[in-house]
């Protein structure tokens, strides 16, 4: 039996978009609590979890509404010793979680009512991934309610080979979306890509090369693709610097498609994880569906065991220029800094910290608010304690 309480204090000054003029910073304490149960045997293992997500002071003092949602309820079964097969309410992650996450940093998180089929042996790792959603018990079939927020049916292969300093991966999501909440339509899209790791002796490289087809649920043919290219250097014991580029595709004009839809779509993934602590960039409307490259470069160093700091910078800008009721505008949307650190005081208590500098172009404020007026530097601090106690286990 294990807990978490993680209480987090944001204050947000151009957080996740610009700050409309005559707008006020604002000071915000959310918090998470969680409580999870997990027994195994020879033959299974199984999870149960509940959590509890509010943003302080956002229900009266004597209110009993109830807030504690399940988490995760799952059980696993041991097979064979290669092979598993897990039933239930659970958290999917892969790869780097690009594009199905775990969201950690979310308050709430990701989960999935899904069964999954996996198998690890001899340097392989395959999991099969199978979902289909309803919104209701009902008897016959019925449009899906919920189209625009989740997909009607889920499909994931993830297939990796390991060596010794080097692996390779497929990681395939087909999704089955709703064309509305008026009939049964059902529109196909598919994401497919392979997933490179290396180690040659200090030197860290992956490199990721996805494609993206099908439909979105209105009907709308995709054709879009996603690079990543990443190396680490490792400076020594404590130091490290890391530089990469991240390339989604994008249309030519904003909100505009002359034919397929080029514009690549994160799915499921995490939001926060990647392209800037300050959330600016969450998927193909954070662009008006014109794509982004995110040129990167990171610094880290380990004070000691405890301490880890950040030092992140990244440069934004969309596929190319662009035109918005006939005005040219510039490709660069603007640059972000970030320092974060992590301080962990024990086994169960770390306290994270994040301050970030969002530095908006012109073409960034004609996309986010309409004109080219508002350029003010964003800015974003929080400061997050996470306790993780665990309260029995034997």
């Not at 409580?35 to 299974?44: D, E, F, M, R």
């Not at 509305?180 to 890509?193: K, L």
């Not at 969450?282 to 065991?305: A, E, I, W």
Request: proline share 2%; net charge neutral.
């Amino acid at each position: 039996m294990e807990g978490e309480l993680r209480p987090r204090m944001e204050f947000r000054d151009g957080y996740k978009t610009i700050k409309p003029a005559g707008a006020e910073s604002v000071l915000i304490f959310s918090q998470r609590s969680r409580l999870g149960i997990s027994y195994a045997s020879n033959l299974y293992t199984t999870h149960i979890s509940i959590q509890d997500v509010r943003v302080w002071g956002e229900e009266p003092l004597n209110s009993n509404q109830i807030n504690i949602a399940l988490h995760e309820a799952w059980v696993e079964f041991n097979a064979s010793t290669d092979f598993k097969i897990k039933i239930g309410r659970q958290v999917l992650k892969y790869d780097n979680e690009r594009l199905i996450a775990s969201t950690n940093w979310n308050q709430i998180g990701a989960k999935h009512d899904a069964i999954k089929f996996s198998y690890k042996a001899k340097g392989w790792e395959v999991d099969f991934v199978g979902a289909v959603n309803q919104s209701g018990n009902s008897l016959f079939k019925s449009p899906y309610l919920i189209f625009d927020q989740l997909y009607k049916n889920l499909g994931v292969a993830w297939i990796k080979k390991d060596w010794h300093n080097f692996s390779i991966a497929n990681l395939s999501i087909v999704e089955g979306l709703r064309e509305d909440a008026n009939n049964t339509t059902i529109h196909h899209r598919f994401t497919s890509g392979i997933v490179t790791v290396g180690n040659i002796k200090n030197t860290h490289i992956e490199g990721r090369l996805f494609y993206q087809g099908g439909r979105t649920n209105n009907g709308i043919a995709v054709s879009a693709h996603w690079i990543n290219l990443e190396l680490n250097q490792k400076l020594n014991e404590f130091n490290s610097i890391t530089g990469g580029v991240d390339a989604y595709s994008g249309n030519e004009s904003p909100d505009t498609n002359y034919g397929d839809d080029h514009a690549f779509d994160i799915l499921y993934g995490g939001k926060h994880k990647l392209n800037g602590l300050m959330d600016y960039f969450t998927g193909p409307k954070s662009t008006k569906g014109m794509g982004l490259t995110d040129l990167y470069v990171k610094y880290n160093t380990r004070l000691g065991h405890k301490m880890l700091l950040g030092l992140d910078y990244h440069y934004f800008k969309t596929q190319g220029d662009f035109m918005i009721d006939n005005v040219a505008y510039k490709s660069y949307l603007g640059s972000e800094i970030d320092i974060s650190c992590s301080i962990k005081i024990s086994s169960e208590i770390n306290i994270t910290n994040i301050f970030g500098l969002m530095m908006p172009s012109k073409s960034m404020a004609v996309i986010r608010e309409g004109n080219t007026s508002n350029t003010d530097t964003g800015f974003y601090f929080t400061t997050m304690l996470t306790f993780k106690p665990v309260f029995f286990k034997d």
